[in-house]
């Protein structure tokens, strides 16, 4: 089950903790794994470390030109036609809504949303040809429930998941499926930049009574990933303990 | 039989898997040969690389025949 052997996948922000986690569960499927990412170094760190079928194309998702060209570059890497397209780069620039700049709606929206409609378009070229694709938004939460200080993140990743119902739609008849994943509170130094009464606070409305890892949103990728997930599009599966079911 | 005809019929005949006799001149992509949307898309895009033009999308959207697509292309092949 789930055997990823010969499939071709790029995952972006490479260099964060989930979007590791996701390569190194790809990789550890069978899958060649494309890792893209701002920071070259942190990227062949981990190329490094998985060894064999590891490739690197960097791209600074905020620059729409490097974005256009990261499919192309990541199959010139890989040697191979793109299957599985892992949208998991993100950012985030909070703040309450009086005193949010223009830049960091912008950025916001041009990194988080924007890049996976530019990804997917590329992507969506050479696996309708083959008749085969896997895309996978890395969305969140609180583009299902909101969170305050967060309207321009909330948007763009609520956006990714209109998009993807949309996109599944267009492409369905084409053995393409596009599915979110929305991870609740992992880990992360995202997460990490909480202080202790904002965690406890936090751990309160989860269920399962810790924060996630970046293992359980990879094992979410992995099976959407696969072969075996292709009767399942236009779907945002929740990895999140249970802090809302949706 | 003009050069361009046989290689758009080509193009047609591998993408929709239909049946050679259907796809006369005439025959509608739609109507007669079964196409959806998306295999329209996918023809104009393969006639763009076949013929290396650029097809944009509101000629695209009266290229409805096979005849349509070979006029179409003679004529940007002739400018």
Same mark, same amino acid.
Request: aromatic share 4%; hydrophobic share 45%; net charge negative.
């Given at each position: ?34 890792? !893209? ?26 620059? !729409? ?30 703040g309450l809504i009086l005193r949010m700049k223009?830049?960091d ?81 992992? /880990? ?32 979410? /990728?992995?099976?959407?990933? !696969? ?16 802090? /809302?079911?949706? | ?79």
């Open positions: 089950m789930f055997d990823l052997t010969g499939k071709t996948a790029l995952v972006t922000g490479a260099t964060g903790g989930l979007g590791a986690a996701i390569a190194r569960s790809l990789h550890a499927q069978g899958a060649k794994v494309v890792l !893209s990412g701002t920071r070259e170094s942190v990227l062949a760190e981990l190329a490094a470390e998985l060894g064999d079928n590891a490739f690197i194309a960097a791209a600074n998702l905020s620059d !729409s030109a490097q974005v256009d060209g990261l499919v192309a570059k990541a199959e010139e890497a890989a040697g191979s036609g793109l299957d599985i397209l892992i949208a998991n780069a993100g950012i985030t620039r909070d223009d830049e709606w912008e950025t916001v929206i041009k990194v988080n949303l924007e890049a996976y409609f530019r990804l997917a378009r590329a992507a969506t070229k050479g696996m309708m040809k083959r008749r085969y694709g896997r895309i996978i938004g890395i969305t969140s939460v609180v583009g299902v429930t909101g969170n305050p200080g967060q309207t321009n993140y909330a948007a763009s990743k609520a956006g990714m998941i209109g998009f993807s119902k949309a996109l599944a739609q267009e492409v369905a008849s084409r053995n393409i499926t596009v599915n979110c994943i929305a991870p609740g509170f992992i /880990a992360s130094p995202m997460t990490d930049e909480l202080n202790d009464a904002q965690k406890a606070a936090i751990l309160t409305k989860i269920p399962a009574g810790a924060l996630g890892e970046g293992s359980d949103i990879a094992a979410a /990728a992995v099976y959407l990933a !696969s072969a075996e997930a292709g009767y399942v599009t236009g779907q945002t599966l929740h990895v999140n303990g249970g802090m /809302a079911m949706i | 039989m003009s050069e361009v005809l046989e290689r758009v019929r080509k193009i047609v005949i591998d993408h929709l898997d239909a049946d050679p006799d259907k796809v006369t001149e005439k025959a509608s992509f739609i109507d007669d040969l079964e196409a959806d949307s998306l295999d329209i898309v996918e023809l104009v895009m393969a006639f763009e690389e076949e013929f290396d033009i650029e097809i944009p999308d509101d000629s695209a959207e009266h290229i409805l025949t096979v005849g349509d697509a070979v006029a179409y292309i003679d004529g940007k092949l002739k400018s």
